[in-house]
């Protein structure tokens, strides 16, 4: 059996098109999507479920020729956008798995030391719930 959670950070990542916890990259990578899962914190539980918030930070890389200036900026604030939309779409709730997506936040970067691109990251968290004591059901016996 997978843990809950597991399911709920294989379908983000899939769906964002997301490698996991990668360490380092270099330009031949690009482009580039990244999920990095947090610690996550237990809400107020009742009625034999643990409701549980999850945080992930999505962070996408992509490549840029020319100098750099407002287009970089541009296409940083899009691939921002493009991860938001990405993350809700087509259902925050993972087919049932979790009980929805919160946009926490993101920010945006024009790569330094020598690389040409553009970064966008975005924080997440992801509020599910498991049965109490169970990781791998939602359901109470």
């Given amino acids: 059996m ?14 964002v098109g997301a490698v996991r916890g990668l ?3 270099d330009l031949s990578d690009l482009p580039l999507t990244v999920l ?4 996550e914190q237990v ?12 945080p ?7 490549e840029m020729t020319g100098l750099k ?5 541009t296409e940083a604030n899009k691939q921002l956008a493009d991860l ?13 798995l979790a009980d929805g997506i919160d946009y926490a936040g993101g ?17 997440l968290e992801i509020r599910y719930a498991i049965a109490r004591g169970n990781p791998y059901s939602q359901e109470v016996n």
Avoid: C, S
Wanted: aromatic share 6%; proline share 4%; hydrophobic share 40%.
């Fill in 36 to 39: 990095v899962e947090g610690e």
């Fill in 69 to 73: 200036g407002d287009a970089w900026h």
């Fill in 56 to 62: 992930v930070t999505i962070g996408r890389a992509v």
């Fill in 2 to 15: 997978t843990p809950i959670r597991e399911q709920i950070i294989q379908a983000l990542a899939t769906r």
């Fill in 23 to 25: 360490e380092g990259f």
């Fill in 107 to 123: 920010a945006t970067d024009v790569l330094t030391d020598g690389a040409n691109g553009v970064m966008a990251q975005v924080n």
């Fill in 84 to 96: 938001i939309v990405e993350a809700y779409d087509p259902d925050e709730t993972m087919g049932g």
């Fill in 43 to 54: 809400r107020d539980e009742k009625y034999d479920m643990t409701p549980i918030t999850l």
